[in-house]
Every structure is written in structure tokens, then in C-alpha cells.
């Protein structure tokens, strides 16, 4: 049995909002989003939630879950299926470069070359999970040129 595929617009609506919810997250302060987990956690009445101190390096997983999913949803949404995959990665690469720089006034945070490193094997992840589940994708056949 095989899956329906999304429609189309389901990933459009995605690729528009997954940017933008990356922004809005890496521009916050990491006390407020610490306290909006605590409290969501105690809303939903989890017993547990795992913090960043039980985890080293959770946020190196946290931004390459974001970048994964941006670049699967991007390609998918077929914004750019003129463009060849190079030039999406290049396009993706450069604002995971300016989300980093971006974080470097913010309290609380700052630019990692780490987390630039995390980002950027999240695009790739999630160009080769494309590339697995969506072979004949556009951005990926040969060019003419």
C-alpha cells in the first residue's frame, strides 16, 4: 500500500513557513524559549521533558532538524525547479550563515561556527532525503547545459 502524496500547496504553505519559524526561533533568547517549553510542558502535564542538560549538544540537533526540514519542504514546494539543486544549497547555506550571524546581538545566544556546521548538514540531510524519496524531483535531473 502506498501513500497519497501531499498536495502541492501543503508544501508551499510549509517552505514559506519553515524560514520563517527558523527566524523567529534562533532570533528568540534561549531563556524565553526554555520557559515557553517549561510551560507548555506543564500545560500538557508531561511528567518529564528532557532539557539541554541532559543532551550535550542538543542544539547542534535542534538546528540541523530545522534545516533539514526547510530544505526537504523547499524543494518539494517546487519554488525552484528552474533552479538546479547547487543553487538551492547555496541559497539555503547563506541563510543558515545569516541566522548565525543574526544570533550575534541576542542575549543568550551567539553565532556558532558549530551550529552554522549543524545547519548545513541539516540541508544536506534533507536534500538526500529528497533526492531518496523523490528521485525524479527536478531540481536533481541533468542539466542541458
Known amino acids: 500500500m502506498r501513500l497519497k502524496p501531499l498536495p502541492l500547496g501543503f508544501y508551499k504553505v510549509l517552505a514559506i513557513l519553515s524560514p520563517l519559524a527558523i527566524l523567529i526561533l534562533l532570533a528568540t533568547p534561549g531563556d524565553i524559549i526554555s520557559a515557553a517549553i517549561r510551560w507548555l510542558s506543564d500545560l500538557l502535564s508531561l511528567k518529564q521533558v528532557v532539557s539541554s542538560s541532559q543532551f550535550s549538544n542538543s542544539d547542534k540537533v ?49 553565532a556558532s561556527w558549530g551550529d552554522f556546521v549543524a545547519d548545513t548538514l541539516g540541508i544536506v540531510l534533507g536534500m538526500l532525503w529528497t533526492l531518496a524519496i523523490r528521485p525524479n524531483q527536478v531540481v536533481f535531473k541533468a542539466s542541458s547545459a
Open 62 to 110: 535542534v538546528h540541523a532538524l530545522l534545516f533539514f526540514f526547510c530544505s526537504y519542504f523547499v524543494i518539494r514546494a517546487q519554488f525552484f525547479d528552474r533552479l538546479h539543486w547547487r543553487w538551492i544549497f547555496a541559497l539555503l547555506v547563506f541563510y543558515a550563515g545569516f541566522t548565525e550571524l543574526l544570533q550575534f546581538p541576542i542575549a543568550t545566544r551567539g
